[in-house]
């Protein structure tokens, strides 16, 4: 019985060091991909401040005016002056619509309370 045991309790510990052995590598893997993406995310990020940044540049309000200017002639872009915006009052808003007919006749699906009762110790 003892030599049964014995090979038995052999034969677990090397399924558990098998199984150790698997789980290390896969684990291994995992962190290994996971640096990549983080790499990944930080090149993502560093390009979009790249491209944030050039997109302020380019939209400066002198580069603008004179981008304007040097092309009035083809575009006939005109600078934004205040007097050419409106107040809130003139813009026009959407028309409500008309409420809905109210019902006729309406059906309570519910029943009624039996006279005398509470509604709140009437509940479950």
Not at 69 to 90: H, I, K, M, T, Y
């Amino acid at each position: 019985m003892r030599p049964v045991i014995y090979v038995l309790s052999f034969m677990a510990v090397l399924a558990l060091g098998f199984w150790a052995y698997r789980e290390h590598y896969q684990t291994r893997d995992a962190l290994r991909e996971l640096a990549s993406l983080q790499r990944e995310i930080v090149s993502l990020r560093e390009a979009l401040a790249l491209q944030r940044a050039e997109w302020a540049y380019l939209n400066r309000p002198d580069r603008l005016r004179e981008l304007a200017a040097l092309n009035f002639d083809r575009l006939g872009l005109l600078p934004l002056e205040p007097s050419q915006f409106d107040d809130v009052a003139g813009i026009p808003y959407p028309v409500p619509e008309a409420p809905l007919a109210e019902i006729e006749n309406p059906v309570s699906v519910l029943g009624e309370l039996p006279a005398g009762e509470d509604s709140e110790s009437s509940l479950p």
